[in-house]
């Protein structure tokens, strides 16, 4: 959004905010755009129940958010993403009121996810239900934007009723940083007791159930007496627990766990990293992970252990700027750890590679150029 203001255009952002309730929406301008909040009910770290109830109820209350301090104005394009997929009788209704077209910015595919990760089963009620929604939705967009070639044909080949010409790839994109701004990591090794030596492979971010944190345990344990590498891995999510509870059992010397850092200690704690780590699994459906990008950002190649079904992996090597491994093939991974821990110089190139990758396909001016060609 911040791309289409820089660009001339007159932007209204529809966010939501899970606390407080209906009389706390509201309206405010920040950044040069109109941003209206809208309450929506507890989505994240609730109960199952508790999530649903919030997601049903999301669409009323965004369309009434709206009506009410909207109301009859003029748009010329309406943007969404998923997730959720539940918006879809929204989007309907705003294409129909404001007879402007609906672009969909495809982020995750839904409810196959949830299949994956066993939370529903195919088939099942709750499946026909959201796959409901997730047929409404591609019919009402006017273009869907795909985040990798592999999720264009994935979604071509289980939902043949929608044409190609409406599907394009348009993936996760960010503003780079300067390279003169990215932070001195001077002192933090010390500060958190990482070898100054060692190659530092990071995993943050969100910790959930579609990255089988396990395997990565698994790593960390069998690579105890291997010094040239040290793993740190942070954030929040499902799974923290889980690694919190084997951190503390095990007290590896060779890796490090936090919740949270403050935003200067993990820009730091990026900087110094050497290798971001990429973990997906039993998704059948292609998944194109954000943290790529962070990483490309600040020049580090990426390790990818991941499922048969994406092409992160593909394009990552394909432009050398990382390794790529199933994910559960322990022994390759190990090798790869190795490899980049024993080759700095290759390591560093490959850094290079990926920042040059970044700068051509996935900046937010790349996405707003696929976005607005149809439009202008």
Known sequence: MDEFISEG?????????????????????????????????????????????????????????????????????????????????????????????????????????????GVIRKYGLPWLFLRSHEIRLYRVADHIGCMSPKGEEYLLLKNRFLQPSKIEVCPNSIRTTIESEIPDPKGIRKKYNIPEEACVFLFSGNLGVGHGLHFLVDVIKSLSDYKKAFFILGGAGTQYQYLEKEFREFSPENAFLYNWLPREDYEKILSTSDVGLILLYKYTNPQFPSRLLSYLDYFKPALCAITPDTDMGMIVERENCGKAVLHGDKEAFINAVKFFSENPIERQEMGKNGRALLLKMYTVSHSYRTIINHFS
Do not use: C
């Open 9 to 117: 255009h007159s932007i209204v952002v529809v966010a939501t905010t899970e606390y407080g309730n209906s009389d706390t929406t509201e309206i405010t301008t920040e950044r040069g755009m109109e941003i209206l909040r809208v309450s929506s009910g507890k989505i994240r770290k609730v109960s199952y129940a508790e999530k649903i109830i919030s997601l049903l109820t999301l669409g009323t209350k965004i369309n009434a958010a709206i009506k009410r301090f909207i109301g009859d104005r003029q748009f010329d394009l309406i943007l969404g993403t998923t997730p959720p997929i539940t918006l879809s009788m929204l989007y309907r209704k705003l294409k129909r009121r404001y007879k402007a077209p609906f672009y969909l910015m495809l982020k995750d595919m839904w409810p196959q996810g949830s299949v994956d990760l």
